[in-house]
């Protein structure tokens, strides 16, 4: 698939299969239920361009009510935009003409999707300081303290070279996560809904306290992308990295850093909390029928809904979003580039250093397993997702 430039439109229900029926009473049974299936995600046509990324734009203001789909067909029902030409067109202009400069932009990423790269990359070619949630990576200033982005808003994300790089003049790509992203997570905790999602892709931990910072703040967001057989097999050589630091060799020696090493993780995983996963009302019979034969199911299952929520996310807050695909990087890596530099209002000041490319993990799943995890990734998300997700589905 190419660059598309993908207007949002109609709301629709992002899986229609999984209906909670046992959710009757009570008030959080009932948001989690809504929220569960992902709800209200608006349907979006593609129009092809050339280089694997698409540009969301801000949602009508006409929308429909909601309507089911299964199968990734979506609904014919109700008002859809006409496809914007450009990024900077009126309708993709920040929802709040008054927010203060620079502006953030989030950087959202499921976890070992190439976020590293990307906030690299921005700060060296534009020599401009990039932000983040998390305190932790941010450079301290001479007082020792976090610096943030805007003075008065000392709850949110922190500079992370405040001492080495000036401030962007327009927008500042700032990196989240978000939630939605634990390992070995049992099926109640591992369910998000749209305002947890929210809430998590604004908190951050600011010298061990944890901080939130207002919505407002945030005037547009660029959604990054990786195949998720290579981005979950990067999740499991993380975990490796954590025993290693721990010196778990009874750990390393099970699990160690082979196709036989992760499938046997997976194993694992798959089996932690079998009696949860049987008895979740979270899980549906067409849910548990697509989780079987795929390995590290869960994780297929928070990647999926991750981008799900994430789409969502972005079209509630109404902010222009560029979404892109890691591997555009190694594709047509100066036309991505160019693509982030014009989105960020950026000007490049220095030289790129040659890209190389993340690693492949194609060995480390049989056909028949990725068939089957790309139907559960399917089964799970609505039509718009997987125009964006189906590229991995070979």
Known sequence: MGDQLLPQSTQSKSRGSIVLSSLIIGTSLIIASYLLTNQCSEVFKNQPDSVGMSVVSSPDSTHSSLHKHKNGKPSETGAKTD?????????QTDPDPNAPWPRIAWLMSFPNSGTSYTMMMTQRLSDRTAASNYGAECQLDEKDNLVPVHADHPDGPCLLQPLKRKLPDRY????????????????????????TFLLGCLRGNHNGIDMHYDEKLVQRAIHLIRDPFNNIVSRFHLQQHAHTKK??????????????????????????????????????????NAQKGVPCFAEFFEYAQWHQLALDTTRDLKIPTLVMHYENFET????????????????????????IAGKSYDEYFTKTQRAKAMNLIKEFVNPDTWELLERYDV
Not at 83 to 91: I, K, L, P
Not at 172 to 195: A, F, M
Request: aromatic share 10%.
């Open 83 to 91: 496809v914007q030409a450009n990024v900077h067109t009126a309708a």
């Open 247 to 288: 010196g778990d060799n009874n750990w390393l020696k099970k699990y160690p850093s082979t196709p036989e090493g992760f499938q046997n993780w997976c194993t694992f995983m798959n089996n932690s909390n079998k009696n949860e996963e049987n008895d979740s009302r979270f899980i549906d019979d067409d849910l548990r």
């Open 332 to 355: 047509d890596h100066n036309r991505t580039i160019k693509k982030i530099f014009d989105f960020l209002e950026l000007e490049p000041e220095g030289e790129e250093k040659e890209f």
């Open 172 to 195: 500042i790509i700032t990196k989240t996560h978000c939630t939605g992203y634990g390992t070995i997570q049992p099926p109640d905790k591992r369910v998000n809904t749209r305002r």
